[in-house]
């Protein structure tokens, strides 16, 4: 596997790593076309284009250490971007401002397109979280190294703003918001070739909402079951 997108997984001379480094990029492909129990490991060994089909137990395990090297290589590749936007915020002032953090926690994903385009690592992410638990453990859990610090202190600025809110609460509202942002950048496309106003002012808007949501009070109240119908 050769191109820009090869040079940008690829940072280490050494042979493992480069070969780990295609396994990551063929399984978030993968995942994101096929789900992630429809993707078998041979299948991302032949997809890296590896000979042998066990490449990637050798290299990681099984699919669970797979999946935490997945997210653990994304989210270190945003760490940068938001350790600037972390410091920028901070001089202006911003740290308490809930659209200012949440714009920390997902607008790096904006950098994440593959060649083609694709936001395969959006469409992964966003059918785990659907389906299993969050790459991130609960708000409060020290990170253990190689660790995304900024992605905690932006955890943190946000556990504090909603010190009101149990926990739990704080963790699924986190997720939801997430689960928002990525429903659009995987669509993408549908509002670049679309009549409206463009990509950029959808995510806005939907930073937007999820600031919003985030700061909204919390009830505690049930949801009220639908009145059934009379025969």
């Given at each position: 596997m050769s191109g820009p997108e090869q040079d940008?997984?690829?940072?280490?001379?050494?042979?493992?790593?480069?070969t780990k480094a295609r396994i990551l990029i063929?399984?978030?492909?993968l995942f994101a076309q096929r789900g992630i129990e429809g993707t078998s490991l041979r299948e991302i060994s032949a997809a890296a284009g590896l000979a042998n089909t066990s490449s990637v137990q050798y290299h990681?395990?099984?699919?669970?250490?797979?999946l935490q090297g997945l997210f653990t290589?994304?989210?270190?590749?945003?760490?940068a971007r938001r350790g600037a936007m972390l410091e920028r915020a901070e001089d202006g002032g911003l740290l308490d401002d809930m659209r200012t953090l949440m714009d920390i926690i997902c607008l790096p994903h904006i950098d994440l397109a593959d060649r083609d385009g694709r936001y395969c690592y959006a469409e992964f992410l966003a059918q785990y979280l659907l389906r299993y638990r969050p790459p991130v453990g609960p708000i409060a859990d020290p990170p253990e190294l190689p660790a995304p610090v900024n992605l905690y202190r932006v955890q943190q600025l946000i556990r504090a703003r909603l010190d009101h809110l149990p926990e739990d609460v704080i963790v699924r509202r986190l997720i939801v918001a997430v689960l928002g942002f990525l429903a659009v950048l995987i669509n993408h496309k549908s509002f670049e070739q679309g009549a409206g106003p463009g990509l950029d002012v959808a995510l806005s808007d939907?930073?937007?909402q999820i600031a919003s949501a985030?700061?909204?009070p919390f009830s505690g109240n049930a949801?009220?079951?639908?009145p059934t119908s009379q025969a």
């Open positions: 940008e997984w690829s940072q280490s001379v050494t042979r493992s790593e480069r063929a399984a978030e492909r990681f395990g099984g699919k669970d250490e797979l290589h994304r989210m270190l590749q945003m760490e939907t930073l937007e985030m700061s909204a949801v009220r079951s639908m």
